[in-house]
T-cell receptor, first 111, second 113 residues
Framework: AQSVAQPEDQVNVAEGNPLTVKCTYSVSGNPYLFWYVQYPNRGLQFLLKYITGDNLVKGSYGFEAEFNKSQTSFHLKKPSALVSDSALYFCAVRDLNKFYFGSGTKLNVKP | NAGVTQTPKFQVLKTGQSMTLQCAQDMNHEYMSWYRQDPGMGLRLIHYSVGAGITDQGEVPNGYNVSRSTTEDFPLRLLSAAPSQTSVYFC????????????FGPGTRLTVL
């Protein structure tokens, strides 16, 4: 079965510092991986996705993600965090008609 | 485009009551789905549909029914509400295919007393 894991419930980072939110996956075929962000009392917003090709994927709001097949990881990164990046982040994998989400990582960016 | 819309935003039910959560999308997406979000558990798939007239169960379907009579609408019915169904419910839609992202509605916060 397909699955994703987000090993950190919470990540704390100072504004201006780089941030990483971790995700590992388990799939039986080609991985189609996604990152979403959720602000308080809102729905999920799509950030970026990996389909194939370049291992570094660029997305919205300056976020990028690095796909690593050997480590089965798809970590979300940003070179310089903003306070406004504070939110809940979800990694997901799509298998045909089903999406499988991780449990989410709360990112806290402190001024 | 309005995207994915959900109604109501908030709802309080008593145990045993039934209700329908509405979801609509105007992007001509084939795929629609319902999730529930509970603290520490991420999003869990309840039911999904790959097109009008076609629905299937997800991870946690018990206590919920769905139908898809049109491409645009995908209502979720709670047959007999239970306190365990207290949650935030999200509807999402996308085009078919492995590589397409989902678009989410704003959610419905449901409390069952």
């Amino acid at each position: 079965a397909q699955s994703v894991a987000q090993p950190e419930d919470q990540v704390n980072v100072a504004e201006g510092n780089p941030l990483t939110v971790k995700c590992t996956y388990s799939v039986s075929g080609n991985p189609y991986l996604f990152w979403y962000v959720q602000y308080p009392n809102r729905g999920l917003q799509f950030l970026l996705k990996y389909i194939t090709g370049d291992n570094l994927v660029k997305g919205s709001y300056g976020f990028e993600a690095e796909f690593n097949k050997s480590q089965t990881s798809f970590h979300l990164k940003k070179p310089s965090a903003l306070v406004s990046d504070s939110a809940l982040y979800f990694c997901a994998v799509r298998d045909l008609n089903k999406f499988y989400f991780g449990s989410g990582t709360k990112l806290n960016v402190k001024p | 485009n309005a995207g994915v819309t959900q109604t109501p935003k908030f709802q309080v039910l008593k145990t045993g009551q039934s209700m329908t959560l509405q979801c609509a999308q105007d992007m001509n997406h084939e795929y629609m789905s319902w999730y529930r979000q509970d603290p520490g558990m991420g999003l869990r798939l309840i039911h999904y549909s790959v097109g009008a007239g076609i629905t299937d169960q997800g991870e946690v379907p018990n206590g919920y029914n769905v139908s898809r009579s049109t491409t645009e609408d995908f209502p979720l019915r709670l047959l007999s509400a239970a306190p365990s169904q207290t949650s935030v419910y999200f509807c999402a839609s996308s085009h078919g295919g492995d590589y397409n992202e989902q678009f989410f509605g704003p959610g419905t916060r449901l409390t069952v007393l």
